[in-house]
């Protein structure tokens, strides 16, 4: 083909955190980058996200008193993904995050921090960490984004007061009502609010802060990015990509990548064809908290021209809430703190509420049938839960908004069997489960499903609580009822890459010109989310890999 309207090295898909990872480490290389990003904003959804990046052997990890090393790291992945996905994978990852970590921190302005006690999510097994291995990206004030501020994915809640938070002081927040660190962390995060007034300084905090970084670095090199440009399709000559179609400005257009094209466009978690076809029953698009232009476009693209694909039915699940005509809430620190339960639509619990989010949403849909649906499931707490710990980013002391209320959101009753009714559960099993569940917290054990007995379960726990940090009875009036569904932050299916994050065709070969990373890609997680940020991390790092692997091709 001759009739190329834009002609560039590397041609990246997508403004997440892989693709704006992979434009400044392949302009950095001294190749012309342009980056294309279908939606009017950028940031993808790692701007939604809260910015975790697990980086096993991180440079902060030995700073901050923890030990780890790539052997300790691979252990662990042996025993949390497994053989899913194939140990050279696996092992790219493991030496290439630490690397990537350090390459942006020593060309770019991203900075990062610890996430202190942020356990690994199994840290029980082999090669697991109880101290955690994430790491947040540093609080930036937007304003030195100047007119880029405003195309950024903003974070999908209003937090009241205008409230902004890290990891950690998300944390920290939720313990207000039981520790003196919550007391002033709510303390410093409103005198935040109030200076950021003042002085109109934007404090960006979680995937925003991350975002804001990468793509303020991406102004000072001068990398193009197109916003409100489509992906359309592959191009390819004599069976290797050399180019893509795009819509830029409502005409399309063929742009020319004379060195690869990189697809980190995220997945499909709002297209329903494709849910329907690949995931667990019931599933809508409706209880995603990613980002809206996760349509699945590069994946079904890859797959037209041969590419192989794997993990197409599994995701990044959690336990979500739908308010009406509000986007749905990812359910995490509320399943940990005591005094709150999960019942299936028998009334009874079926499973460690405490645990990652992923296994949650796993048990949900192993679990679920016609004769005792677990999707949807409740979540059931009472009075003294309301006043103690947030809900959503409802605080403590605060009410629900009466359309809460009004529109069945969030059901209450003075009795559990008035409330069961209104659910719609058996009320005799929901009496007999809470009083199971109530007998095990005052003796400090779960002995149906073990809550509190990992690190990870105790992270979320109030420390003031004892025996048992995750575990308190559930006895005073009235009770709440909020409707729980198997949410997720993207899908983990996606195109089959090797160690370099080339895509690969079914019997195994190579698409020459073609790599993929992220939610874009088959994950190097398999079916299994080892901790917090191993959603971002692996797209940052192959993001890494990606257009390293480019930048040495003569």
């Known amino acids: 083909m001759t009739d190329w309207d834009f002609t560039t090295d590397v041609l990246i898909v997508g403004s997440g955190g892989g693709g704006m990872t992979a434009a400044l480490v392949a302009k950095k290389a001294g190749l012309d980058v342009i980056l294309i990003e279908k939606s009017e904003t950028y940031g993808g ?272 699940w959690g336990p979500s809430s739908k308010p009406v005509d509000e986007l749905p809430f990812f359910h995490v620190g509320e399943r940990g703190y005591p005094g709150g339960i999960m019942v299936n639509k028998a009334g009874k619990r079926f499973t460690n509420e405490s645990a990652s989010y992923v296994v949650v949403v796993h048990d949900m849909y192993e679990k679920h049938s016609e004769e005792i649906p677990h999707v949807p499931c409740y979540f059931i707490f009472d009075k003294r839960f309301k006043s103690k710990y947030m809900f959503g980013l409802i605080f403590p002391g605060m009410k629900f908004p009466e359309k809460y209320y009004e529109t069945g959101y969030v059901k209450t009753a003075e009795t559990l069997e008035e409330l069961a009714k209104k659910i719609d559960v058996n009320g005799k099993n929901l009496v007999d489960t809470v009083n199971q569940f109530n007998d095990f917290a005052k003796k400090g054990k779960d002995e149906d499903f073990g809550r509190g007995d990992s690190a990870y379960d105790n992270y979320y726990g109030d420390p003031k609580v004892k025996p048992n940090p995750n575990l308190y009875p559930l006895e005073k009036p009235p009770f709440y009822s909020v409707e729980f569904v198997p949410g997720d932050l993207g899908t983990k299916g996606g195109l089959v890459t090797n160690e370099h994050a080339q895509v690969l065709r079914k019997n195994g070969s190579i698409i020459e010109g073609l790599y993929a990373v992220g939610n874009s890609s088959s994950s190097v997680m398999g079916n299994s989310y080892p901790g917090p940020g191993a959603t971002v991390g692996p797209t940052m790092t192959f993001g890494y890999i990606a257009a390293n692997h480019i930048s040495k091709k003569k």
């Open 45 to 316: 959804s790692t701007a939604l996200s809260g910015g975790g990046v697990w980086v096993p052997n991180n440079y902060l990890l030995e700073k901050n008193g923890v030990e780890d090393s790539m052997e300790k790291a691979r252990t662990y992945l042996d025993n949390t993904v497994g053989d899913r996905v194939s140990s050279e994978f696996k092992d790219a990852y493991l030496a290439n995050a630490p690397k990537m970590i350090d390459w942006l921190r020593e060309n770019t302005i991203t900075k990062f921090l610890f996430v202190p006690n942020y356990s690994d999510y199994h840290p029980e097994r082999p090669g697991g960490i109880a101290k955690g291995r994430a790491l947040e990206g540093k609080p930036f004030n937007g304003r030195k984004l100047k007119k880029d501020l405003q195309y950024l994915n903003k974070l999908p809640y209003d937090v009241p007061l205008g409230i902004s938070f890290s990891i950690s002081e998300y944390h920290d927040l939720g313990m207000i009502m039981s520790t003196w660190a919550g007391k002033w962390t709510a303390l410093k995060a409103g005198m935040r609010a109030i200076f950021g007034l003042i002085t109109r300084r934007r404090h960006l905090t979680l995937g925003n802060a991350l975002i804001g970084r990468l793509r303020k670095s991406m102004q000072d090199e001068n990398i193009p990015l197109w916003l409100n440009t489509p992906f359309e399709d592959l191009i390819l000559e004599n069976k290797e990509v050399v180019g893509v179609i795009a819509k830029k400005e409502g005409k399309e257009v063929r742009i020319k990548a004379e060195k690869g094209v990189i697809l980190a466009a995220g997945g499909f978690p709002h297209n329903l064809e494709m849910r329907e076809k690949y995931h667990p029953k019931p599933i809508v698009t409706e209880w995603t908290s990613a980002h809206s232009g996760n349509t699945g476009d590069v994946i079904l693209s890859g797959m037209k021209h041969g590419a192989a694909v794997d993990l197409m039915d599994d995701a990044w």
